[in-house]
C-alpha cells in the first residue's frame, strides 16, 4: 500500500504540554483511528499536519508533498473535518458552498450535488438552523466534492447521537472502497473504531503508546477475569494492567500464552475492546 501520510518525531512544546517524538504512517485505502482521552494531544497533532500550528521539530509529508512548503497545494487534496464547522452562521448552505467551491481546483458540483440529495440536507436552510449531525453531514459533503485524497477528522462523531453516528461511520467506510482514498480520524469514542477502524494509534500525555493494525493489537491482547486467589502472587510482568475488586480481579495481558498457562480453565478470557486497550494502556501511562 502506499504512503498518504508521513509524520518523523513531531515535536510541540507549549508551558504545561508537550507532543514528545510522534512517529506513524497513513496508507491507502485504510481507516485509522487515533485515539487518546481528553487532553492527550490529538487536536494539537492534527493542527501540526495541517499547518495551523508550528511544530518544534520533526517532519510531515502528507500525499507527497511537505506539509509546510507546499501547503496550499497539499490543501487542496484535503477533505478537512473539524468537530464544529466553522461557517458564516447566517448564510444558507447553497450561498456556503458558493463561497467555497472556488477554492479548489478540482470542485465537483455534480458530485456535490447528489452527495447533497443522498445525506438529505436543505441547501436553503442557514447553518445557524443545521442541527449538529445535519451540520456534521454537510462539512463531510464539502470535504468529499473536490476529489480529495486524504481525509482528515478531528472528532466528526462527538455529541451525535447513535444513529448519526452509524451513517456517518458507514460513509466513511464507503469513502475508501476505491482503496484511493484514506481516512484519518480522531476520536475518544471508542466503539467507533470497533466498527470501522483498520489501524489504530493510541495517543496518552503527548506520546504513541501503542499502534498498529486494529486486528493484530486485539488478537495479540487479552481481558482475563477470575477470582482473587489467582492474582495472589505478583502478575505485573504478564499485564499491560490490573483492575482489583473485592471480590474479583480483570486485567489486560500483552502476553497471552503465559496467562493461558498460568491460570488455564480457572480464569475468563475475553478479546480486548478498542476502549479497553485504551483505558488499560492510559491507565499505565
Known amino acids: 500500500m ?3 501520510l508521513e509524520v518523523k518525531q513531531l515535536n510541540k512544546c507549549f508551558k504545561d504540554f508537550s507532543l514528545k517524538n510522534i512517529d ?3 496508507e491507502k485505502g485504510t481507516i485509522t483511528g487515533f485515539v487518546g482521552p481528553n487532553g492527550a494531544g490529538k487536536t494539537t497533532t492534527i493542527k501540526c499536519i495541517l499547518n495551523l500550528l508550528h511544530s518544534d521539530s520533526g517532519s ?4 507527497g508533498l511537505d506539509h509546510v512548503k507546499e501547503e496550499r497545494k497539499l490543501k487542496d487534496k484535503l477533505g478537512i473535518v473539524m468537530d464544529f464547522g466553522y461557517y458564516y452562521e447566517d448564510l444558507t448552505l447553497g450561498e456556503m458552498k458558493r463561497l467555497t467551491a472556488p477554492f479548489y481546483t478540482k470542485w465537483d458540483e455534480k458530485s456535490y450535488q447528489s452527495i447533497l440529495k443522498k445525506f438529505q440536507l436543505p ?3 442557514k447553518i445557524k438552523d443545521l442541527s449538529k449531525g445535519m451540520r456534521m453531514k454537510y462539512s463531510i459533503l464539502l470535504a468529499m466534492s473536490h476529489d480529495a485524497k486524504l481525509f482528515i ?3 466528526p462523531t462527538a455529541g451525535l447521537d447513535p444513529i448519526v453516528r452509524m451513517e456517518l461511520i458507514d460513509i466513511l467506510k464507503n469513502l475508501i472502497q476505491d482503496e484511493e482514498k484514506a481516512v484519518f480520524l480522531s476520536t475518544h469514542i471508542t466503539s467507533d473504531l470497533d466498527k470501522a477502524a483498520d489501524y489504530l494509534i493510541f495517543l496518552n500525555d503527548g506520546k504513541i503508546v501503542l499502534q498498529g493494525a486494529k486486528d493484530e493489537i486485539k488478537d495479540s491482547h487479552v481481558i482475563v477475569k477470575g477470582s482473587n486467589k489467582l492474582f495472589d502472587q505478583d502478575m505485573s510482568q504478564y499485564f499491560v494492567g490490573i483492575n482489583k475488586t473485592p471480590y474479583a480481579v480483570e486485567g489486560l495481558s500483552n502476553n497471552k500464552k503465559a496467562v493461558r498457562q498460568i491460570f488455564q ?9 478498542v476502549e479497553d486497550l485504551l483505558l488499560y494502556y492510559t491507565r499505565r501511562a
Open 265 to 273: 480453565n480457572d480464569a475468563v478470557y475475553e478479546v480486548p475492546t
Open 24 to 26: 506513524f504512517k497513513i
Open 2 to 4: 502506499d504512503t498518504v
Open 123 to 125: 441547501e436553503h436552510k
Open 153 to 155: 477528522m478531528d472528532e
Open 60 to 63: 510531515i509529508t502528507a500525499l
